[in-house]
């Protein structure tokens, strides 16, 4: 009896938690790490079972949010959805599967940053800069073309 009370309240409180802001598995875990055990495996595994903790569809929100609010390169996108705790498996399934849009994204974003940047720096200096952001080499050419047609 005493197990189910402590799991409702644990489940509770997670719920809480996850319903204030979508959060991955990992992050779950880093807040409630003074209840690790078996008992939050069991609760993060019930809300995996009822969709609540779903790092798949997180990472689809998250990157269709990044991509209509920052100018991000596609490796800086990975590195952001790592630090949330997200496998990498997870992260190279969703970027392979929408390679052709993200690719699209990346040199929107690659122009973006041109054109803003070009006023306090030469062009060498940008790209580099972007380069250093994790930018492709082909979407780097391309946003080049577009900002010179």
């Known amino acids: 009896m005493e197990y189910i009370e402590e ?3 644990l489940k509770t409180k997670v ?9 991955t598995e990992q992050e779950i ?4 790490k003074p209840d690790t055990g078996e008992l939050l495996d069991n609760v993060i595994q019930e809300l995996k079972n009822c969709n609540y903790i779903n790092d798949e569809q997180y990472v ?10 920052k100018s991000l390169s ?3 996108i990975e590195y952001k959805l790592i630090s949330k705790g997200i496998k990498k498996s997870i992260i190279n399934n ?9 690719l699209q994204y990346e040199i929107k974003s690659a122009t973006n940053i ?4 070009e006023s306090n720096m030469n062009n060498e200096d940008i790209v580099n800069y ?16 577009n900002k010179e047609e």
């Not at 689809?60 to 609010?69: F, Q």
């Not at 969703?94 to 993200?102: A, G, P, T």
């Not at 972007?130 to 946003?143: D, F, P, T, V």
């Open 15 to 23: 719920l809480k938690y996850i319903l204030f802001k979508k959060r």
């Open 94 to 102: 969703f970027i392979y599967s929408n390679k052709e849009e993200l």
């Open 114 to 117: 041109l054109n803003k940047k």
């Open 130 to 145: 972007l380069k250093k952001k994790g930018y492709m080499e082909e979407s780097l050419k391309i946003a080049i073309q």
């Open 74 to 76: 596609i490796k800086e």
């Open 60 to 69: 689809k929100k998250t990157v269709d949010e990044y991509m209509n609010l």
């Open 29 to 32: 875990r880093q807040k409630f």
């Open 7 to 9: 799991f409702d309240k």
